[in-house]
């Protein structure tokens, strides 16, 4: 790793007073990030090998279906390579390539196991030229293809992987609109159109489906694409929508999934953005009266500083994440959901998730604040204070006792632990933002096409 000359940096940001700190080297903190990454993958080899995810506190495997996906390693390889440890990622290939069994009658999440499987797949496929990954995806990209035969063209929530039944006629946008980027890979590696077809179908039918403000609602019938859910945010069960509207604009050129970001992201900041006497945030509004229904925010909120980057808004983008780290230093470590006008806690659980981070990633990349590398550090030493356990990493039940919780997703790996290693690695560890967008699991779709 190419060293790089110390930094001073401030932290004690918004009006505690600017105290001049001097910071590690940014190649130091990424070796400290590596070095956590390694332990968690150790505790995950040593007590969970083969199965979906490690309980970091019974030290007990844990599968979300009768036989495992190998969730863990699928999502952490890129990662892996990506940090050069190379036995690892050599070792989690070879599992995954020879054990990986798509064909279980298992009925599985559609988005999940898109975002993590198929596109960990994709990733690690691009990453090491290794065909049988691209075989695993096409194999699971077909398999996932059921969903979309409802009458609107809005994809069902499940799917069983082996029959191929369909089920879950009630969704959300995030549910329905986050298959585009993987989908879109998918075909052009392949050279078969009906996997990008199929997904942007579902994004321009959810579009449409828009109410006379532009904005959409909680949840939606595929059935008869009817809402039944009239409630608009940003946040779970809606945000990536918006994020693939963006992102599939950038990765293939798509000129209409563009009209259709343009279009939502200017009702969203004159609806549903909010400037409180706290900050700038995002809440819930009524999809048809834009009458503000609620004043919450939360850690999954906090992906869309980076999305605003990404388009190009970094006024907002910066603003916003003034707010997320507000959230984050108001209680140590972010609660999964807040008041903003009160600044408490509704939800107080942290499930070892990435947003924030992800979002520091990204604007300390576009606008090269040192800023963003003081909330990187202080993001890193929370997580290892607060949710480092013996042999991996914990979610908190409560981030004000600091309780911990049996539970280690494997998005630390995919994206919290990736993100805050990438905002600290030399810029040439990965080809961002020019060559590459990041799926909603922070895995690096590389246009090479
Ligand atoms: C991830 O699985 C994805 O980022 C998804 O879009 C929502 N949240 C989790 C991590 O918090």
């Not at 940003?234 to 963006?246: A, N, P, R, V």
């Amino acid at each position: 790793m190419r060293p790089i000359a110390a930094l001073f940096l401030s932290v004690g940001l918004f009006g505690q007073g600017i105290v001049s700190t001097r910071v590690a080297d940014r190649a130091e903190l990424a070796s400290r990030v590596r070095a956590e990454a390694l332990h968690a993958w150790q505790g995950y080899k040593a007590h969970a090998w083969g199965h979906d995810e490690l309980r970091p506190l019974s030290l007990q495997p844990r599968d979300w279906h009768e036989g495992s996906l190998l969730m863990t390693p699928v999502d952490a390889l890129d990662t892996l390579i990506l940090m050069g440890l190379k036995d690892e990622a050599d070792e989690a290939r070879e599992l995954i390539a020879t054990k990986l069994d798509l064909g279980q009658d298992i009925r599985v999440k559609g988005f999940e196991i898109n975002i993590r499987i198929l596109g960990g797949l994709l990733s690690s496929y691009q990453l090491t030229g290794d065909k049988r990954l691209l075989a695993l995806a096409q194999d699971l990209g077909d398999r996932l293809l059921p969903l979309f035969e409802s009458p609107t063209g809005l994809p069902y929530m499940y799917v069983n992987l082996k029959s191929g039944k369909v089920e879950g006629a009630v969704s959300n946008p995030a549910e329905i609109g986050t298959y585009a980027l993987e989908f879109g890979v998918l075909s052009k590696l392949t050279g078969k159109p009906v996997y990008y077809v199929k997904a942007k179908r579902a994004l321009t039918e959810l579009f449409k489906r828009r109410s006379r403000l532009g904005l959409v609602g909680a949840e939606i019938n595929v059935e008869t694409g009817v809402w039944t859910d009239r409630s608009s945010h940003i946040s779970g069960g809606i945000d990536s929508y918006y994020e693939y509207l963006l992102k599939a604009s950038i990765l293939f050129k798509d000129a209409d999934c563009a009209r259709m970001w343009k279009a939502s992201a200017k009702a969203l900041n004159r609806y549903v953005a909010d400037e409180a006497p706290t900050g700038l945030w995002y809440g819930t509004v009524d999809m048809d009266t834009g009458k503000r229904t609620a004043t919450t925010f939360g850690a999954l909120d906090a992906f869309y500083p980076a999305v605003l980057a990404l388009s190009g808004d970094l006024g907002r983008a910066r603003r916003l994440q003034d707010s997320t780290f507000k959230m984050w230093t108001t209680f140590g470590i972010e609660p999964e959901e807040m008041d903003y006008m009160t600044m408490k806690a509704l939800d107080k659980g942290y499930v070892l998730r990435p947003e924030a981070i992800e979002s520091a990633y990204y604007l300390s990349t576009f606008t090269k604040d040192p800023k963003y590398l003081a909330m990187g550090r202080s993001y890193l030493d929370a997580l290892v204070s607060r949710c480092r356990t013996a042999e991996a990493y914990a979610a908190l039940k409560d981030v004000s006792t600091g309780e911990q919780q049996d539970q280690m997703e494997s998005f630390l790996f995919a994206e919290t632990l990736k993100y805050l290693y990438l905002l600290f690695a030399p810029p040439e560890t990965l080809d961002f933002p020019k060559g590459v967008v990041f799926n909603t699991e922070a895995h690096p779709f590389r246009k090479t096409w």
